[in-house]
């Protein structure tokens, strides 16, 4: 059966970094984007970037451009999100899913707070 | 962005009984490969959300009957037929059609 297990959350203190990491099983990894999403108190649920199977595309929301980069290496099946310059209102709840659009299946989430 | 409007944010319910929640998008959600990409889904305390609906009205594999979707345009509705103890939760709507996806504010279900 289909499983997404996030890792790399953690505390830090803002400005800090973070990388983290979603490895998948029970699908055919290179048949999806794959996709970051986080949910925090203030927030809620918001959807942060996405990945084409190739890496050729990629977006992201504007809360996080510039200072969060999406990658994956497929041979791993893993799915990364390194997170640079992070503020106090990244703190959030962390999950993969997939598919693009439609958010069939998630991880179990792994938390990031950012804190002094 | 596409806002997502969700009423009401809080729904008691007696078991046994229908419930309804709301989703109202700032912009249709028809995309041009002829799909209406406003999915549903719950989460229960400690737990990830799980998918219920997607595409307006198509149940999940493993998901009661008595949970439906319908609605089109920007105005699209969750249902609960008969409420269980076990739908409990926080039920969120979800646009795919524009980007950045975004979701609901979230509906908190309670008995």
């Known amino acids: 059966q289909v499983q997404l297990v996030e890792s790399g959350g953690d505390l830090v203190k803002p400005g800090g970094s973070l990388r983290l990491s979603c490895t998948a099983s029970?699908?055919?990894?290179?048949?999806?984007?794959m996709n970051w999403i986080r949910h925090s108190p203030g927030k809620g649920l918001e959807w942060l970037s996405y990945?084409?199977?190739?890496?050729?595309?990629?977006m992201y929301a504007d809360s996080v451009r510039g200072r969060f980069a999406i990658s994956r290496d497929n041979a791993k099946r893993t799915v990364y999100l390194q997170m640079n310059s992070l503020r106090v209102d990244d703190t959030a709840v962390y999950y993969c899913?997939?598919?693009?659009?439609?958010?069939?299946?998630w991880g179990q989430g792994t938390k990031v707070t950012v804190s002094s | 962005d596409v806002v997502m409007t969700q009423s009401p944010l809080s729904l008691p319910v007696t078991l046994g009984q229908p419930a309804s929640i709301s989703c109202r998008s700032t912009?249709?959600?028809?995309?041009?490969?002829?799909?209406?990409?406003l999915n549903w889904f719950q989460q229960r305390p400690g737990q990830s959300p799980r998918r219920l609906i997607y595409?307006?009205?198509n149940r999940d594999s493993g998901v009661p009957d008595r949970f439906s979707g319908s609605g089109s345009g920007t105005d699209f509705t969750l249902t609960i037929s008969r409420v269980e103890a076990e739908d409990v939760g926080v039920y969120y709507c979800?646009?795919?059609?524009?980007?950045?996806?975004?979701f609901g504010q979230g509906t908190k279900v309670e008995i």
């Open positions: 899913a997939f598919p693009a659009r439609l958010a069939r299946d």
């Open positions: 029970g699908f055919i990894f290179t048949d999806y984007y």
């Open positions: 990945i084409s199977p190739a890496s050729h595309d990629i």
């Open positions: 912009q249709g959600l028809l995309y041009s490969d002829g799909s209406t990409y």
């Open positions: 595409k307006v009205s």
């Open positions: 979800m646009q795919g059609t524009h980007w950045p996806w975004t």
